[in-house]
C-alpha cells in the first residue's frame, strides 16, 4: 500500500479534530487477568472516543513482561501491521500502557502509523478540556513533563543523532538543547502555578467560616449533574470523561444550613503520575474540605475497582479519612442490569436494603442510592447531607450560636 508517513512530526500536537480510526492494544502479564485488560481497553476505548478517535479493532496478548523493544511480541506487532496495512483508514494505534520514546519509535518505524499510549491520549483530552489559566498551566507542565524523557523519540530535527563518520557532536549538542529549552519551560510553569496557588488560597480565605463539601469519584460518574442538583446551577456535565478538569465551587443552602460544595475533576485508573503532581493545586479543594460526598456509579460492572482508584489518589492527596458520604447513583440502570422485570416489587427493595447495608459494612461509610438525573432519592441525600453539615459547624465552630 501507499501510505505517506513522516516519522515523529505533529506527534506533539494531539489528536486532529476530525474523527480518526484507531486499533486498540492491551497486554496481560504481572497480576492481572484477561478480564481486567478487557476492561481496561473498554476504558481505553471510551477515552479515544472523548478524544475524537474511533476504535475499529483491539487485540490483547499475554506476556511475561512487556518487550523492551516493542513492548509487544514479534508475532503479535506482525498480526497488526498486517491488519493496519490492509485497513488504510487506521492511522493509529493506541497503547493501554506508557511507552518510553524508543518503543514509540520502534513500533511507529514498523507499523508507519501514529503511536499514542494510555497518558499521552488523556493528556489529549486534558489539552481540549482545559479552559482556565490554571487548567491549562498544569496540562501544559504535565505534557512536558512527559516530552522530557522521550525527546528523542517525538523531535524531527533529531533524527541526525546516529553513530557513524560526519554524525558526531551537532545531534548531542542539538538535543542537550532540547531539553535544557523543556527543563527551563518547566520551571517556568512551575512559577506560574505557584502565584496562581497563592491566589486560589488566597480566594479560598474570603470564603468566610463556611463548611466545604466536595464531590469526589472516579470520571463520569454523574458529579456534575448531581451538583446541577444540589445547587440549582448550570455546571457543564457530559457523557464524555473529564468533562470537568476546572474546580467548580457553590455556595448551597439547604433549608437553612449553608455550606459550599465543589466539583472537581474525576479520577481514573492508571492516571499518570505527573499529570496528578500538576493538578495538586486543583484538588487542593478536596485536601482543605470538611465533607467529602464520593459519588460512584453503581450502574458500573467494575464499579468496586473505580472505588479503589479514587481511595488510592485520596490517600496520596491525605484526604481518605474526612467524613464522607458514599452516594451511589444511577441505581436506576443497577436495576435495569440486574433485575427481573417480573421480580416482586418488595423483594426488590429487599435486594436493595440488603446490598446497602453490605455495601455501609464494607467501606465503613453512610451509603445512599440515589438517580441524579431522574432526582430521585435526592431528598433523602439532602436530608443526609444536612446532618452532617451541622454536625461539622459543631466540631469546628463550637462557640458560634447558630439557628438552624
Not at 251 to 279: A, N
Request: charged share 30%; aromatic share 6%; glycine share 6%.
Amino acid at each position: 500500500m501507499n501510505k505517506e508517513w513522516n516519522l515523529n512530526t505533529n506527534q506533539a500536537k494531539g489528536l486532529k479534530e476530525e474523527t480518526e480510526y484507531a486499533v486498540l492494544v492491551g497486554v496481560i502479564y504481572g497480576m492481572q487477568t484477561e478480564e481486567q485488560v478487557e476492561e481496561y481497553l473498554n476504558e481505553l476505548e471510551f477515552l479515544a472516543l472523548t478524544a475524537g478517535a474511533k476504535s475499529i479493532r483491539r487485540y490483547i496478548q499475554r506476556l511475561p513482561n512487556p518487550h523492551p523493544r516493542t513492548f509487544i511480541g514479534t508475532g503479535k506487532l506482525e498480526e497488526i501491521k498486517k491488519y493496519v496495512d490492509l485497513h488504510e483508514e487506521v492511522n493509529m494505534v493506541i497503547f493501554d500502557d506508557d511507552l518510553s520514546g524508543k518503543q514509540v519509535s520502534a513500533l511507529e518505524a514498523e507499523l508507519k502509523v501514529k503511536i499514542v499510549d494510555r497518558s499521552s491520549l488523556i493528556l489529549d483530552i486534558f489539552a481540549r478540556r482545559a479552559q482556565t489559566a490554571q487548567a491549562k498551566t498544569q496540562v501544559e507542565l504535565a505534557q512536558l513533563q512527559y516530552l522530557l524523557p522521550r525527546l528523542r523519540g517525538l523531535w524531527t530535527h533529531l533524527e541526525r543523532q546516529r553513530g557513524g563518520i560526519g554524525m558526531r557532536g551537532p545531534g548531542e549538542k542539538e538535543i542537550e538543547t532540547d531539553r535544557r529549552i523543556v527543563r527551563d519551560k518547566i520551571a517556568i510553569l512551575k512559577k506560574q502555578l505557584e502565584k496562581i496557588d497563592k491566589q486560589a488560597v488566597t480566594q479560598r480565605k474570603t470564603r468566610g467560616q463556611l463548611i466545604r463539601v466536595s464531590l469526589v469519584g472516579y470520571t463520569n460518574v454523574g458529579k456534575s449533574t448531581l451538583m446541577n442538583v444540589l445547587s440549582k446551577s448550570e455546571v457543564f456535565a457530559e457523557n464524555k470523561l473529564f468533562a470537568t478538569l476546572d474546580t467548580t465551587v457553590r455556595k448551597v443552602v439547604l433549608g437553612s444550613v449553608p455550606f459550599l460544595l465543589s466539583d472537581t475533576v474525576g479520577f481514573i485508573r492508571k492516571l499518570p503520575h505527573h499529570l496528578v503532581e500538576s493538578f495538586k493545586s486543583t484538588l487542593d479543594e478536596v485536601r482543605e474540605s470538611d465533607i467529602l460526598l464520593h459519588v460512584v456509579d453503581v450502574g458500573h460492572a467494575h464499579y468496586e475497582d473505580h472505588i479503589a482508584a479514587v481511595n488510592e489518589t485520596l490517600s496520596e492527596l491525605g484526604a481518605r479519612d474526612k467524613p464522607t458520604l458514599m452516594v451511589f447513583n444511577k441505581i436506576d440502570i443497577y436495576r435495569d442490569k440486574n433485575f427481573d422485570a417480573l421480580l416482586d416489587g418488595e423483594i426488590k427493595i429487599e435486594i436493595e436494603r440488603e446490598l446497602l447495608a453490605n455495601l455501609k459494612n464494607q467501606y465503613e461509610h453512610d451509603c445512599i442510592f440515589i438517580s441524579a438525573a431522574d432526582k430521585e432519592g435526592i431528598e433523602q441525600l439532602r436530608e443526609m447531607l444536612v446532618t452532617m453539615v451541622k454536625r461539622e459547624y459543631q466540631i469546628r465552630y463550637p462557640h458560634e450560636v447558630r439557628n438552624w
